[in-house]
């Protein structure tokens, strides 16, 4: 019973301390940031059906969803050096659903582990769905 316990207790503490590692930043924040002209560097995990269809102005389409492939990892590869030659904070924007928000984790831990300060990593609460600023929004012509 003990044993059983404690790992039940270990398991709690590693699976909220990975939750809470990430820094968060909420949608109404995000907006002062762009329309304020803070510089920032909008990472956007969607796929790209999605990404045409609605996307932060400025985001950049990765279609890196979940983070889960050695395919994905490499989009994110091909953003990184304008993210490891600027100091602006990097706000990474996750799909909808529950995959995209295990790949905001992803993205923010791989980010992490190419170098990337954690002071400047972000993920946007909620993700794209919960983004209702329709003024900082557009989409792609098809």
């Not at 398991?11 to 990430?22: G, R």
């Not at 799909?95 to 995209?100: E, I």
């Not at 992803?106 to 990593?121: I, T």
Request: charged fraction near 25%; proline fraction near 3%.
């Amino acid at each position: 019973m003990k044993t059983t316990l404690g790992v039940i207790c270990m398991a709690l503490l590693f699976f909220s301390a990975t939750a809470v590692a990430a820094n968060y930043v909420e949608p109404e924040v995000l907006k002062q940031w762009l329309e304020g002209g803070r510089s920032v560097i909008l990472v956007d995990l969607q796929p790209a059906d999605a990404f045409r269809q609605r996307h932060i102005r400025g985001s950049i389409m990765t279609n890196a969803y979940s983070v889960k492939t050695i395919e994905q990892e490499r989009m994110l590869d091909a953003i990184l050096p304008g993210i490891m030659s600027s100091e602006r904070a990097v706000v990474i924007i996750h799909a909808p659903g529950k995959m995209g928000r295990i790949g905001g984790g992803n993205a923010y831990d791989y980010f992490r582990s190419k170098g990337v300060d954690e002071k400047r990593l972000f993920i946007l609460n909620g993700g794209i769905d919960n983004w209702s600023y329709e003024s900082l929004t557009e989409e792609l012509k098809k």
